[in-house]
Nanobody, 113 residues
Framework: QVQLVESGGGLVQAGGSLRLSCAASGIILSINAMEWHRQAPGKQRELVAIITSGGSTNYADSVKGRFTISRDNARRMVYLQMNSLKPEDTAVYYC???????WGKGTLVTVSS
């Protein structure tokens, strides 16, 4: 049974950093691509970052150079390091296994100006 539990969100000032974590059970990370998405108030959910099974990464233009996705296969964890945060990064952040229509509860990130 797949379960994704996101954590690490909180309130941070603009320019600050946060590290989000996603605990993935029921998923073999080494053979699956994983994603981070976010949904800001009143907006559609958007893809923020993806890491393939081979370790390649890709990012939305809005976060490129500021966010880093990584994973620890042995610990079944996926991370999103967020630096130089901006108020427009405020959103609920979700992790997801590519191709699987399952979403955890997410973790709220609020960036104050």
């Amino acid at each position: 049974q797949v379960q994704l539990v996101e954590s690490g969100g909180g309130l941070v000032q603009a320019g600050g950093s946060l590290r989000l974590s996603c605990a993935a059970s029921g998923i073999i990370l080494s053979i699956n691509a994983m994603e981070w998405h976010r949904q800001a108030p009143g907006k559609q959910r958007e893809l923020v970052a993806i890491i393939t099974s081979g370790g390649s990464t890709n990012y939305a233009d809005s976060v490129k150079g500021r966010f880093t996705i990584s994973r620890d296969n042995a610990r079944r964890m996926v991370y999103l390091q967020m630096n130089s945060l901006k108020p427009e990064d405020t959103a609920v952040y979700y992790c997801r296994r590519t191709g699987l229509d399952y979403w955890g509860k997410g973790t709220l990130v609020t960036v104050s100006s």
